[in-house]
């Protein structure tokens, strides 16, 4: 009836151009909006969403995507009691930079200057011919700069030339007596989440890369790293990050950092060391996100960690149904599981699998998992929500 109204009123708009009759149009627009109307399951915020709450086209870190969105929320739909419950996944974009925070270091540094080369180390220009000649002057220079104030454990960061005019970084550490080069080369990180690419690597990629265990303009690091880390690593999951070290034809060593979307690596940024600001930096870095928000009618828009879980031919087996890998209509009833009469047997085997899996999963955890159901003639993907309540997983209706 409230759409015929509208209409309506848009009639009239159409008809007496001097009073479109804005205010009415207004109050049942508004109505619309407090009643959930059009309340979509999935949002992608936009630009004017984030203006709503002053900001541009990012947040600066999940903390502050749980504060603003909800507010973006309300302005938008209003939700009330007549839509308590109403979950919505909302799409946004985060400054990815915060993400990477452990690449980041607090090293001291140095840049070497044209008179160091040629008078502290007799070099004709200012740079080094090799890197054997920098590993045999830098040691001792340092222990000359830094005598006044040395001390165990100290380490500096060099900027330093090659006479292919590329600059590059080496980490020295103190150790008491002498100054040694550390593993931090060129960007400095030394993560866990880093790998750098060995001679078999590029084999594993073919002739292109293998034959001189580089990259070069005629094959792009792009083009065969995505593929090299699915194989690297299969127990990947959603979210998470690596940084490759590789070698690139002219000497260069490039850091490049990968996120992983449960399917595929994508290129997310690079990580070098910004002498003007004296740290390291990850450059270009953006990551879609998604959170789900829940209306509460007593609190409002508020955020809901969901676990995604999708069961697996492992999770099956536990079950006893690991001949078809799936389950069945004929599991969706009342039956015994494991020598135990429950009212529900395919409830029974998912409790079975979340509680193996999630065992110390707190109360009133949700979780959104997928398996496979068989039923009339065909196996289809099954999505449900559960909740931890005591030591069971109890299944969310909706």
Request: charged share 30%; with cysteine.
């Amino acid at each position: 009836m409230k759409k015929l109204l509208l209409y309506m009123g848009c009639a009239v708009a159409l008809l007496s151009a001097c009073d479109p009759n804005d205010e009415f149009i207004d109050t049942l627009n508004e109505e619309a909006k407090a009643a959930g109307i059009d309340m979509p399951e999935t949002l992608t915020l936009e630009e004017d969403d984030y203006s709503i709450v002053e900001k541009t086209d990012m947040f600066a870190s999940k903390e502050e995507a749980a504060t603003l969105i909800p507010q973006i929320l309300t302005e938008k739909y209003a939700a009330n009691a007549s839509n308590d419950g109403n979950l919505i996944n909302v799409f946004y974009t985060l400054d990815g930079t915060a993400l990477f925070a452990d690449l980041y270091s607090e090293d001291d540094e140095y840049e070497l200057q044209d008179e160091d080369y040629t008078v502290e180390f007799g070099q004709k220009y200012a740079n080094f011919s090799s890197k054997s000649k920098m590993d045999t002057y830098v040691s001792v220079f340092l222990k000359d700069k830094f005598k006044y104030s040395q001390e165990e454990g100290d380490e500096v960061v060099i900027k330093y030339t090659l006479r292919t005019a590329v600059d590059k970084y080496q980490e020295y550490q103190f150790d008491g007596t002498v100054w040694t080069k550390t593993d931090k080369t060129n960007a400095g990180f030394d993560v866990e989440n880093a790998y750098e690419l060995a001679s078999e690597d590029y084999d594993s990629m073919g002739d292109g890369p293998g034959k001189y265990d580089n990259f070069s303009s005629y094959d792009d690091p792009e083009d065969y790293l995505p593929d090299f880390l699915v194989a690297k690593y299969p127990e990947a999951v959603a979210d998470d990050i690596v940084t490759v070290k590789y070698k690139y034809y002219g000497n260069n060593e490039d850091k490049v950092v990968y996120l992983f979307d449960g399917t595929d690596w994508s290129l997310k940024g690079s990580v070098y060391y910004d002498w003007n600001a004296g740290d390291y930096a990850v450059t270009d870095i953006s990551v879609e996100s998604d959170d789900k928000f829940v209306f509460k009618a007593k609190t409002g828009w508020e955020i809901i960690v969901i676990t995604t879980y999708e069961f697996a031919d492992a999770d099956y087996e536990l079950t006893g149904d690991e001949k078809y890998k799936n389950f069945g209509y004929y599991d969706d009833k009342a039956g015994t599981y494991q020598d135990v009469e429950v009212e529900n047997v395919l409830q029974a085997k998912i409790n079975h699998v979340l509680s193996t899996r999630f065992p110390d999963a707190e109360e009133g955890a949700l979780f959104e998992v997928t398996y496979k159901f068989y039923s009339s003639g065909a196996t289809n993907s099954v999505k449900k929500r559960y909740q931890k309540e005591g030591d069971k997983f109890v299944l969310v209706v909706e």
